[in-house]
């Protein structure tokens, strides 16, 4: 969600998800690639794997397999989707090796489901789907400030008596919630 705040008490939604939220993507993906959590969050481990990998995926062939970028979705308007993200990295692991769903039929204890790819693939796809996730959160700020610069009765106040009064100039970007956390986001 991006939020211009106003007052300590007004505030404008200027975009929201239409789907499903970048923390839920994130964790899903996570558990997609069957990552291991070693007592983090999803997102957490899902960083560590795209900035460390496990130490064996660039052993595997000697070099990572190319996944073409994600496009940014809705390109031009302040919506958010993750869904198709999310689904782009189900599709490819679909196409590129097979789930343990697969290997689970008919078992009374099944494991939890997890892509198996080679680890190269995993670490590729990790880090195509976390700079997709992160593009389109960068490039939905950016066309919110360009909305906000190029309209600025959005960014007007109403007075104590409800009739708008001159725009507040918009001198800070806070980010927050668990995504926030990232690093490789927050150096972007």
Request: one cysteine or more; hydrophobic letters at 40%; charged letters at 25%.
């Amino acid at each position: 969600m991006l939020v211009l705040t106003l007052s300590h008490t007004r505030f404008r939604i200027l975009a929201n998800t239409r789907d499903e939220a970048v923390g839920r993507a994130i964790d899903k993906v996570a558990r997609d690639l069957g990552l291991e959590w070693k007592g983090r969050a999803p997102g957490a481990a899902l960083e560590a794997f795209c900035r460390d990998g496990d130490g064996t995926a660039e052993l595997e062939s000697g070099e990572l397999p190319v996944i073409e970028p994600f496009s940014v979705p809705l390109r031009g308007k302040l919506d958010f989707s993750f869904s198709g993200l999310h689904s782009a990295v189900d599709r490819y692991i679909a196409l590129h090796g097979f789930t343990d769903d697969d290997v689970n039929m008919g078992k009374a204890n099944p494991k939890p489901r997890k892509a198996n790819l080679p680890n190269a693939h995993r670490l590729s796809l990790a880090r195509a789907f976390q700079d997709g996730a992160f593009a389109q959160l960068v490039d939905k700020v950016i066309l919110a400030l360009r909305r906000c610069e190029e309209h600025p009765e959005l960014m007007a106040r109403p007075d104590e008596n409800q009739s708008l009064t001159t725009p507040t100039p918009i001198r800070h970007l806070v980010v927050s919630g668990g995504v926030a956390s990232n690093s490789t986001f927050r150096n972007l």
